[in-house]
């Protein structure tokens, strides 16, 4: 953000919290102009309203692309800091209204914020309160603002970006592909891996230790060993039972698998069980002794003894391998 608009968030922050005198349909909301890019050098204006409101009062969007019951302490702990050492939020996350019985926000970006200002009023901070700007949206413009929002951010996995993808891609795009990467100003090759990571089997997706976890390399590994018929039973059985050890983790009973293990064992479930070189076919003749062993190297045989061996033992597994070499030759 530029310093241009700083100053200007800056300057709206400060204001709103200090006594305002009540309007009709802004109560408790505070005004302010934001200067449009695209309109700077005429001087148009683009009015926004922003709202300082109990987080209770918001609900996240159903086609929110983070998963919120996976957010926590631990992984909100830089924000809570933040806002905490701020005073306050800083930038708003962005809402729009429900109407009927229930929550009157329904949050489209922002579920991070939701959730450390949550964290902040449970935890003996009552004074914090949800910054959020209010707006008109279309179900398809609310998946492109949360997408461009959190596109580039490192805390929102591959997996919940690719389900979001998924799921957009036929609610609002008919399931064309190239349409929807058109309409996000995206490659369709970029697409397209996402939209492949998304359709990994839940076997394979309840293998990790979180969706969180899966990456879009994984997929990109995963989907030619999946495709082949031969191969595919293999990968799905040693993900059924690496998730039976995921769950049993979570429950507190043993340690979790991490991802590159994760991957790592499915890689090997298609490679097969190692083979094994055989440790040679050995002949003792009618002496109770190690014997001989013969191990064969291409066209070549060796035949193998201990220098203690006896002579009158070597001799009878000698006769041994020549007697089998003549049953060879026979059938």
């Given at each position: 953000?530029?310093?241009?608009?700083?100053?200007i968030?800056?300057d709206?922050?400060?204001?709103?919290?200090?006594?305002?005198a009540?309007?009709?349909?802004d109560?408790g909301?505070?005004?302010f102009?934001?200067r449009?890019?695209?309109?700077?050098?005429?001087?148009?204006?683009?009015?926004?309203?922003l709202?300082?409101?109990?987080?209770?009062?918001?609900?996240?969007?159903?086609?929110?692309?983070?998963?919120?019951?996976?957010?926590?302490?631990?992984?909100?702990?830089?924000?809570?800091?933040s806002?905490?050492?701020?005073?306050?939020?800083?930038?708003?996350?962005?809402?729009?209204?429900?109407?009927?019985?229930g929550?009157?926000?329904?949050?489209i970006?922002?579920?991070?914020?939701?959730?450390?200002?949550?964290?902040?009023?449970?935890n003996n901070?009552?004074?914090?309160?949800?910054?959020?700007?209010?707006?008109?949206?279309?179900d398809?413009?609310?998946?492109?603002?949360?997408?461009v929002?959190?596109?580039?951010?490192?805390?929102?996995s591959?997996?919940e970006?690719a389900?979001?993808?998924a799921?957009?891609?036929?609610?609002?795009?008919?399931?064309r592909?190239?349409?929807?990467?058109?309409?996000?100003?995206?490659?369709?090759g970029?697409?397209?891996?996402?939209?492949?990571?998304a359709?990994?089997?839940?076997?394979v997706v309840?293998?990790?230790?979180?969706?969180?976890?899966?990456k879009?390399?994984h997929?990109?590994?995963?989907?030619?060993?999946?495709?082949?018929?031969?191969?595919?039973?293999?990968?799905l059985?040693?993900?059924?039972?690496?998730?039976?050890?995921?769950?049993?983790a979570?429950?507190?009973r043993?340690a979790?698998?991490?991802?590159a293990?994760?991957?790592?064992?499915?890689?090997?479930?298609a490679?097969?069980?190692?083979?094994?070189?055989?440790a040679?076919?050995?002949f003792?003749?009618?002496?109770?002794?190690?014997?001989?062993?013969l191990?064969?190297?291409?066209a070549?045989?060796?035949l193998?003894?201990?220098?203690k061996?006896?002579?009158?033992?070597?001799?009878?597994a000698?006769?041994?391998?020549?007697?089998?070499?003549?049953?060879?030759?026979?059938?």
């Amino acid at each position: 953000m530029s310093k241009r608009h700083d100053a200007i968030f800056e300057d709206v922050l400060k204001d709103l919290g200090k006594e305002a005198a009540p309007s009709d349909e802004d109560r408790g909301a505070t005004r302010f102009l934001r200067r449009s890019n695209a309109l700077a050098d005429v001087g148009e204006r683009e009015e926004k309203v922003l709202r300082w409101v109990d987080p209770a009062q918001c609900a996240m969007w159903s086609r929110h692309n983070r998963a919120y019951e996976l957010l926590n302490e631990d992984n909100c702990r830089d924000l809570i800091d933040s806002i905490r050492s701020q005073g306050q939020q800083e930038f708003p996350a962005i809402v729009r209204r429900l109407h009927g019985a229930g929550a009157e926000y329904e949050v489209i970006c922002g579920a991070r914020r939701h959730f450390a200002i949550s964290w902040l009023r449970a935890n003996n901070y009552p004074q914090f309160r949800y910054l959020v700007e209010v707006r008109d949206l279309t179900d398809e413009e609310a998946f492109r603002l949360a997408d461009v929002e959190n596109r580039d951010r490192e805390d929102i996995s591959d997996f919940e970006r690719a389900r979001d993808y998924a799921a957009a891609l036929e609610q609002y795009y008919g399931g064309r592909q190239k349409g929807m990467a058109e309409r996000l100003e995206v490659s369709e090759g970029w697409l397209s891996r996402y939209l492949t990571l998304a359709r990994l089997p839940e076997a394979v997706v309840a293998a990790y230790p979180s969706i969180r976890d899966i990456k879009e390399l994984h997929a990109r590994i995963l989907k030619p060993l999946l495709a082949d018929p031969k191969l595919a039973p293999s990968i799905l059985s040693v993900a059924a039972e690496l998730a039976e050890k995921q769950t049993a983790a979570r429950s507190g009973r043993g340690a979790a698998i991490d991802a590159a293990q994760v991957l790592a064992k499915l890689k090997a479930a298609a490679a097969g069980p190692k083979r094994v070189k055989p440790a040679g076919q050995v002949f003792k003749g009618h002496a109770e002794t190690a014997g001989m062993t013969l191990k064969k190297h291409g066209a070549k045989l060796t035949l193998e003894f201990s220098e203690k061996l006896s002579e009158a033992a070597l001799r009878s597994a000698f006769e041994e391998f020549m007697a089998h070499r003549k049953e060879r030759a026979a059938g």
